[in-house]
């Protein structure tokens, strides 16, 4: 686990042989003090970039089916205008290159 603050840790689980194509890891956040503390984040994923791009990573998501339509609801989102879904994604993916070295970040 890589110490975020101190209050979050990042837990990088590198994807498996019966993953699905392109799946490289699972994160997950692990709240190490305060009221979160002994409880972990998960729906993390790493996946690998599409046409040239770096890895990206999705958020924790619920999906979803509407008159037949597949849809899905993120649950982690911005509490206000701030950027905060791109740092997050910038600290996780960050954080997956320290743990895969031959990762291209």
């Known amino acids: 686990m890589t110490p975020l ?3 979050v840790a990042i837990k990088v689980l590198p994807a498996d042989d019966a993953a699905p194509a392109g799946k490289l890891a699972d994160v997950e956040l ?3 003090a305060g009221a979160l503390e002994g409880l972990k984040l998960l729906g993390f994923t790493v996946w690998e970039g599409r046409g040239g791009k770096g890895p990206s990573v999705s958020l924790p998501s619920r999906h979803y ?3 037949g339509e597949h849809r899905s609801f993120t649950l982690l989102r911005p509490s206000g205008e701030a950027p ?3 740092t997050l994604r910038d600290t996780l993916l960050a954080v997956f290159a320290d743990h895969v070295p031959d990762a291209a970040v």
């Open 5 to 7: 603050d101190q209050t």
């Open 84 to 86: 905060a879904q791109d």
């Open 30 to 32: 692990h709240f190490t």
């Open 65 to 67: 089916v509407v008159n």
